[in-house]
């Protein structure tokens, strides 16, 4: 996290001012994977999401002039719906481990952010087809559950899931920075 946040701070000094939004194709594809970085560890950690604002400072960007670097809501959402393509994978990998009551925390995560998602107005840009994507993750995730309950593994308690609250404490995300660095 601490070389992230050097070259993302490098890259602000050789932003002209005033000039962020005229080189941003540069490097957003890079800041996406940042942001899905920043999101995968801390759900896998705490299993809670952060918000757009936590993760820039995470990644050392709210510290930085807005005219030359900040983190975009295209950016974020980006990193949130890599999260949600992985998240599926995870949930197998933690019944493999034999952690059988992940996988519906995880989907109960998973159904919350599709609903927030299906709220936005999305033209059809790359946001909207990566949106498409979470409807199969999803899909895969009530497959995992399926098989649980089949099986007998899955307890029938349905509601013990709590809500997804994203972190937006800047405190806490700063003591969530210097626990990974």
């Known amino acids: 996290m601490a070389e992230m946040r050097s070259a993302i701070k490098a890259l602000s000094e050789h932003v002209p001012s005033n000039e962020f ?9 890079c800041m996406k994977g940042s942001v899905f970085v920043v999101l995968l ?4 950690v705490t299993g809670r999401l952060l918000s757009k604002e936590a993760v ?8 930085l002039p ?5 983190l975009t809501t295209d950016e974020y959402l980006h990193g949130m719906i890599s999260l949600v393509n992985e998240l599926p994978r995870l949930s197998m990998y933690l019944v493999i481990k034999g952690n059988y009551n992940a996988p519906e925390r995880i989907a109960s995560n ?10 936005l107005n999305l033209k059809n840009d790359s946001l909207r087809k990566r949106f498409d994507s979470i409807k199969y993750d999803v899909k895969r995730l009530e497959e995992i559950l399926y098989d649980l309950t089949l099986r007998g ?15 937006t404490d800047a405190a806490f995300s700063e003591q969530f920075y210097t626990r990974l660095c």
């Open 21 to 29: 939004y005229k080189w941003i194709d540069v490097w957003s594809g």
């Open 41 to 44: 560890v801390f759900y896998v």
């Open 56 to 63: 820039a400072h995470v990644l050392g960007i709210d510290n």
């Open 66 to 70: 807005a005219n030359r670097m900040c």
């Open 110 to 119: 998973v159904n919350q952010i599709h609903s927030t998602f299906k709220e």
């Open 153 to 167: 593994l899955l307890g029938t308690s349905g509601s013990d899931c709590p809500d997804l609250v994203p972190v």
